[in-house]
């Protein structure tokens, strides 16, 4: 198989490797194949997960020029330093932890190395050209997963709002009867909003109601808290 | 309309879960190509209702299509491995 037959001569080496790897092996045994197959699967899916854990770092999100003034808002913010300690970093917000979205996140995310490689946003003036589209982005996305990004802190389930401002528990009982999400309030929480957001956010809500491509039942924690306080006015 | 990065991401994603993994494991248990299309395809509507918690109205055809279409091409190199690399 390692020579050429007709003139002696070694083979192409990607041919006889092909060749190899297809050979029925002659010396192993099943049990040795799947045992060594089920161990080379867990040292390769721990580093792949491990990897892929390492791009979820703030050191690796902002290790590009062109995220050093979302950093620089985002220090200022409540979600980089508070009284209780909590830090969310970027991808606490940017990344879902649920796999399936995880991974499209990740190859999504592609567009960030091509947008720094080009020179997108790689001057606080073009950074401020395209700070409304790359905040509509987000908005779209958040509004069509119900903010669950935020969700994964920040639950209806779990606030008391006897214990927030007077302000704050009227605009949370307000989402929750008008079925709204965190996004349609809390735009800007982590970073800074270009001129006419709102109109902007607007149309980005338009735009999906247009297509109706919003969930039209409320979340499950909503369904359950509007369930909970029906059983209690009985 | 889904756009073209969303796209890759939601074939890269199920390439990467239940469609692709799962799907090229039954694949390489058959030598029929059918069934192992079948099961791809079945993995790949299954894996689209899991994780939209069996609720019909937050299953998006699109994922549903694109799933389904993965499990198939997953499960149907599976099968080409098995015809390649076992005897059985």
């Known amino acids: 198989m390692a020579e050429n037959s007709e003139n002696g001569k070694p083979g192409n080496p990607i041919r006889r490797a092909w060749n190899w790897f297809w050979t029925p092996t002659a010396v192993l045994s099943a049990g040795f194949v799947l045992i060594a197959g089920f161990l080379g699967g867990i040292m390769f899916w721990g580093g792949f997960h491990w990897t892929l854990e390492l791009t979820n770092t703030e050191e690796f999100c902002t290790s590009c020029h062109t995220m050093e003034t979302n950093l620089a808002e985002y220090r200022t913010t409540i979600h980089y330093s508070n009284h209780s300690g909590v830090r969310a970093i970027c991808s606490d917000c940017h990344v879902p932890h649920e796999w399936q979205h995880k991974l499209k996140a990740k190859i999504m995310a592609v567009k960030d190395v091509y947008h720094e490689v080009v020179g997108t946003i790689s001057t606080p003036e073009k950074y401020e050209a395209h700070r409304g589209d790359m905040a509509a982005v987000v908005w779209r996305k958040m509004k069509l997963s119900d903010s669950r990004e935020c969700r994964n802190c920040h639950n209806f389930k779990y606030m008391d709002f006897t214990i927030q401002e007077t302000r704050a528990a009227a605009e949370h009982q307000r989402a929750l009867d008008e079925n709204l999400t965190c996004i349609d309030c809390h735009q800007g929480i982590a970073h800074d909003l270009a001129p006419g957001y709102q109109e902007r956010y607007r149309e980005v809500v338009e735009e999906l109601q247009a297509s109706n491509a919003l969930p039209v039942a409320p979340s499950e924690d909503v369904a359950a808290i509007r369930s909970y306080v029906a059983d209690l006015a009985e | ?88």
Do not use: Y
């Open chain 2, 1 to 88: 309309m889904i756009g073209i990065l969303d796209l890759l991401g939601t074939v890269g994603g199920n390439i990467l879960s239940f469609p692709g993994i799962l799907g090229l494991a039954l694949g390489m248990m058959t030598r029929n190509w059918i069934l192992a299309a079948a099961m791809g395809g079945a993995v790949g509507v299954a894996e689209t209702f899991l994780f939209a918690g069996f609720k019909l109205a937050e299953v998006q055809m699109i994922d549903l299509a694109i799933a389904a279409l993965v499990g198939v091409l997953a499960s149907s190199v599976g099968c080409a491995i098995r015809h390649k690399g076992a005897t059985v």
